[in-house]
């Protein structure tokens, strides 16, 4: 079967890497990919696959029947969403729509699992279980694509009695894969804090009740989260990356919003994290003489690769791609919406390698320079195979 993965994926390149650079020149914002999804029919259509559409308006579910065996099935899941970022690179398939850019890779994982889709009903018949396809909507934005495409019921008729994705990572190279098992992403929310104080001239602050200040002091103070209460056992991390206060230079706002992220890999304590920010935010604020509101958004759960799973999925890698090309990652802060998944029923995702310091591919994801070695489409490709088949 490695022989026939093998020779399926040189024969497909040309294809999935006209259709990625066709996606990455029309990418379209989460919950919007209307174009993406007529795009994704088409492909399915002209390989004779089955698929149902409309699924959370863009979301698209094929599925590979095997001949042999009908009574069990997997899924593989690519996002189709891209993000509100200004290309700034100069190649020919350049994003063709003015502030939206697939920097985030989406265009590498919708591409990946056309193809695999493609070379999966070309071999049906020597297939060991069925296979669904999830081209999902919107996972760059709450509330997730994931859980909503879960209540629309994908993972039913057929039954999917494990899941699995794979994202792309330019830290690793191209020809590397790499995976975690157990706690491997972060839960995330969004914190939203308003400070209501009494504005005034910036000459007179006595006769003000200066949100700026109060800000400052509650930034710093909020810190005492990750820093000193949270157990040392987790991780955690609160950060915010915006405040405005809408002064001047002689003007003392009357409010001051912070908006920031919240983000653990304990359920318990992420509770208690909500907390602990509302009992702060309100001593620090009255403490001045301000008022204050806080809202906290709950986002994505944190994501654990099913440990048994996932050590079989890296038995299979390490057969087709060799160990040393298949690396045990690190935990990381960041999130994915690919969780919702995993709280259902056992789950793998799987990071793809697609830098080339040879040729300049260096940038991380959301970067508007982001680009990656396309023979990691090709490396994707057999990633999904090699899972699909005993």
Known sequence: MKQIILQKTKEIKAEVVAIRRHLHQYPELSFNEFETSKFIQQKLTEWGIQFQNNIVKTGVVALIESSKNK???????????????????????????????????????????????????????????????????????????????IEAGVL??????????????????????????????????????????????????????DPIIIASNLILALQDIPNKICPKDIPCVLAFGRIEGLGATNVIPDKVELQGTFRTMNEEWRSKAHQKIKEIAQQITESFGGKVEVDIVNGYPFLRNDPVLTEKTRTKLNQFFGEENVIDLPIRMTAEDFAFFAEKIPATFIRLGVR????????????????????????????FMAICND
Do not use: W
Not at 87 to 97: A, G
Not at 164 to 182: C, I, R, Y
């Open 71 to 149: 009574s069990t099935c997997i899924a593989l899941r690519a996002d189709i969403d891209a993000l509100p970022i200004q290309e700034l690179n100069d190649v020919e398939y350049k994003s063709k729509k003015n502030g939206v850019m697939h920097a985030c890779g989406h265009d590498v994982h919708t591409s990946i699992l056309l193809a695999t889709a493609k070379i999966l009903n070309e071999i049906k018949d020597q297939l060991p279980q069925s296979v669904k396809l999830i081209f999902q909507p919107g996972e760059e934005k709450l509330p997730g694509g994931a859980k909503l495409m």
């Open 156 to 209: 039913e008729n057929p039954t999917v009695s494990q899941i699995f994705a794979l994202h792309v990572f330019p830290e690793l190279e191209a020809g590397k894969v790499g995976l975690k098992s157990g706690m491997y992403m972060a839960s995330t929310d969004e914190v939203y804090i308003t400070i209501i104080g009494k504005g005034g001239h910036a000459a007179m602050p006595k006769q003000t009740i």
């Open 356 to 383: 080339n310091e040879n040729i300049g591919i260096i940038q991380p994801v959301h970067n508007a320079k982001f680009d990656i070695d396309e023979d990691a489409l090709v490396y994707g490709v057999q990633t």
